[in-house]
Antibody
Framework: EVQLLESGGGLVPPGGSLTLSCATSGFTFTSHGVNWARQAPGKGLEWVSGFSISDEYLHYADSVQGRFSLSRDTSKGTIYLHMNSLRAEDTAVYYC?????????????WGQGTLVTVSS | DIQMTQSPSSLSVSVGDSVTITCRASQAIDIHVAWFQQKPGKAPKSLIYSASSLQSGVPSKFRGSGSGTDFALTISSLQPEDSATYYCQQYMRYPFTFGGGTKVEMK
């Protein structure tokens, strides 16, 4: 069974840092793109970041470029989103999503999400 | 970036009705479009990929269509459990982008 489990969310002051984890099981994430997306309170969905499975290049939304970074631990099946210089507008539920085999952004399964609140 | 313009932003429907939600891409994206359903407080659920292919386990009342720049999601025989917000998304090119969402409510 495919599972994605996000963790690491919480309350952080503006300018602070936080690392989110997405623990995966039931599939090989080097063959399926795994991405992060977010949803601010009462707003729509926004793609944040992901690995390109063909060349392992890291991609980021302009809104987080230079502040967020991705890493992964293949042995643990876990992907991390390292978030620095957090702003109030980064407040959102962060989801990780698994893509269809061989695709980068065709999401087929989603985690339950983890809430990040940036506030003093 | 590829913009996805979704309409309408909301719909009020009766049980048994059919509805069509449209999504227009700012440039041609072949059939690299997905549709999602999201209920309040829940994660999105994947419905459609490649514009018209049903994700596993999704009932055939959901039908996707389109190619190029114009896409549509049609939901037939609406039931109360179909009340949700629906989003389109393009995955042709980074950054992947979503439509603004369509909230479907039952009268």
């Amino acid at each position: 069974e495919v599972q994605l489990l996000e963790s690491g969310g919480g309350l952080v002051p503006p300018g602070g840092s936080l690392t989110l984890s997405c623990a995966t099981s039931g599939f090989t994430f080097t063959s399926h793109g795994v991405n992060w997306a977010r949803q601010a309170p009462g707003k729509g969905l926004e793609w944040v970041s992901g690995f390109s499975i063909s060349d392992e290049y890291l991609h980021y939304a302009d809104s987080v470029q230079g502040r967020f970074s991705l890493s992964r631990d293949t042995s643990k099946g876990t992907i991390y989103l390292h978030m620095n210089s957090l702003r109030a507008e980064d407040t959102a539920v962060y989801y990780c999503a698994k893509s269809l085999l061989g695709t980068n952004g065709c999401f087929e399964s989603w985690g339950q999400g983890t809430l990040v609140t940036v506030s003093s | 970036d590829i913009q996805m313009t979704q309409s309408p932003s909301s719909l009020s429907v009766s049980v048994g009705d059919s509805v069509t939600i449209t999504c227009r891409a700012s440039q041609a994206i072949d059939i690299h479009v997905a549709w999602f359903q999201q209920k309040p407080g829940k994660a999105p659920k994947s419905l459609i990929y490649s514009a018209s292919s049903l994700q596993s386990g999704v009932p055939s009342k959901f039908r996707g269509s389109g190619s190029g720049t114009d896409f549509a999601l049609t939901i037939s025989s609406l039931q109360p459990e179909d009340s949700a917000t629906y989003y389109c998304q393009q995955y042709m090119r980074y950054p992947f982008t979503f439509g603004g969402g369509t909230k479907v409510e039952m009268k």
